[in-house]
């Protein structure tokens, strides 16, 4: 750790921890509602660390971010920089992780956790591992990992190989039964 501190320093940390918690949001609130992005921004964490060579900033203990309708809880989140001082990856760990956030103003809130989840800003990809799921109205879609394009739209859900044919470790998809005719495939 740097001893060699001026005055400015801890503004110049106040500053940039603000600047990354709003360039974290901005990234995940890409498939909000367009009302959240105009909302303010609420971080709070036990400790917040900034490292300027690396371009990491760590929020540690009960992390708690809000905009709008977008809350994301986690034990800790890390926001690493590229090289344009933009944010490229943020990753939440929890036990497990959660996030909500309204996408449609039709719709309920989009809900998911899991024990790590990773947004790629560079790819528009959330990938979720460790008991991932993701639910919506009724529906959802549960494995041991979930990855999510935020540009294609897709979804891949990934279970624990299981010879037994159990349930156990496997992807689960919840269908309500007032949306089986929109799935493709599903009959009336």
Partial sequence: MNHNLNRNTPKTFLKRA?????????????FALPSDRN????????????????????????????????KLQAN???ANLNSKKEISTITATGGPAHFQQKTDPAKGPAKGQAQKIIYNAETGII?????????????SIRGNS????????DIVAEGTPNKS??????????????????????RD
């Fill in 18 to 30: 603000a600047l990354l918690g709003s360039l974290a949001l901005c990234s995940v609130a890409a």
């Fill in 76 to 78: 800790s989140i890390v």
């Fill in 127 to 139: 990938t979720m591992t460790g008991n991932a799921l993701l639910q919506q109205d009724g529906a």
């Fill in 165 to 186: 044919g159990s349930s156990t470790g496997r992807v689960q998809i919840v269908i309500p039964p007032s949306s089986t005719k929109s799935f493709p495939g599903a």
């Fill in 146 to 153: 979930l990855k999510y394009s935020m540009n294609k739209g």
């Fill in 39 to 70: 909302q303010p921004i609420s971080l709070v964490a036990d400790r917040a660390t900034f490292n300027e060579k690396t371009g990491i900033t760590t929020y540690t203990g009960n992390v708690i971010i809000e905009q709008g309708t977008m």
